[in-house]
Nanobody
Framework: QVQLVESGGGLVQAGGSLRLSCTAS????????AAWFRQAPGKAREFVAS????????DYADSVKGRSTIFRDNAANAVFLQMHSLKPEGTAVYYC????????????????WGQGTQVTVST
């Protein structure tokens, strides 16, 4: 079992950058594939990026591809999402998730979720 805590969200102007962090307050995050999802007000949760246990095979949603990088530091028990060139449509609560099954884009495959961190991109 793993307990996830996100941080790094905030208010940023369009075109700016943010780095989100996900750490495990309990358990070993390196035992799991990990991903970031987001949910904007009034919209369904959507996949952002995923990464395997070893840090390979990163996968991205088309909406963030080329502007975001997911990476992990297993020694630090953490996963990160570096976002550049942020757009107002990126405003959402961003969630970290962990899966035993592997790095997938479907949220239902993930076993553990953090509480989320708010990202607001202003025009």
């Amino acid at each position: 079992q793993v307990q996830l805590v996100e941080s790094g969200g905030g208010l940023v102007q369009a075109g700016g950058s943010l780095r989100l962090s996900c750490t495990a307050s309990r358990g070993t995050l390196s035992d799991y594939a990990a991903a970031w999802f987001r949910q904007a007000p009034g919209k369904a949760r959507e996949f952002v990026a995923s990464i395997s246990r070893s840090g390979g095979s990163p996968d991205y949603a088309d909406s963030v591809k080329g502007r975001s990088t997911i990476f992990r530091d297993n020694a630090a028990n953490a996963v990160f999402l570096q976002m550049h060139s942020l757009k107002p449509e990126g405003t959402a609560v961003y969630y970290c998730a962990a899966a035993m099954a592997g790095a997938l884009s479907c949220g239902t495959e993930y076993d553990y979720w953090g509480q989320g961190t708010q990202v607001t991109v202003s025009t």
